[in-house]
């Protein structure tokens, strides 16, 4: 994993500046208390700051670690908090990136077994919950047009986008299959050109 871990600095580093553990722990922690609607959905807003605004860490590397997280077992953002933190900061980079990630998600879900789930047969708080549905899949279809941008750039990445979603919805495979096919055919047919900064 030691392949993983970045200087965190300016220097050498493509111009990207260096990372705080302060402010790492401040993003994660602010993210995960204002999105709704999951891993897919803190993604982006994760990549708005930690390239575009704080320029911490290269496309590339965001992708990577993307694909990483998401090929491993457990939550995504929790797997992906963790190796972008590693990446930042070592391994007091993970840790924090993480407890800053699961922090909110812990107190929230926390205070709606306490409370809220007193009050889930209540009309109102069910009408709540339907209004909801559907402004989380919005939020997660813009996620997946966020990331695929940088992605779709090469032509072969949007062949096999299209095979493998083909073979998740009409065929039925299961998504450790599609992951391990993903992983084989960049290995065995790898691209001429990695996936560059927007």
């Given at each position: ?132 549905r559907p402004v989380v899949v919005a939020l997660i279809a813009s996620a997946a047009y966020k990331l695929g941008k ?11 986008f299209i095979l493998f979603l083909a073979g998740l919805i009409i065929l039925g495979v299961h998504p450790i299959a ?21």
């Open positions: 994993m030691d392949n993983l871990q970045g200087n965190g600095g300016a220097a050498g580093n493509g111009g990207l500046n260096e990372a705080r553990l302060a402010d790492m722990l401040l993003l994660f922690l602010k993210i995960g208390a204002i999105t709704i609607g999951g891993g897919y959905v803190m993604i982006p807003l994760i990549r708005e700051v930690i390239i575009d605004k704080k320029r911490w860490i290269t496309e590339r590397d965001f992708v990577d670690n993307l694909a990483i997280a998401q090929s491993i077992p457990g939550p995504i953002v929790v797997n992906f908090s963790l190796l972008t933190g590693y990446r930042l900061r070592g391994l007091k980079g993970g840790l924090l990136s993480l407890l800053g990630t699961v922090t909110p998600s812990f107190l929230i879900i926390l205070g709606i077994a306490i409370f809220l789930w007193r009050f889930k047969d209540i009309h109102l708080v069910q009408a709540a919950f339907l209004g909801i940088p992605v779709f750039r090469l032509k072969r990445a949007l062949v096999l599609v992951v391990v096919a993903g992983a084989a055919l960049g290995v065995l047919w790898p691209p001429k050109s990695g996936v560059e900064k927007g």
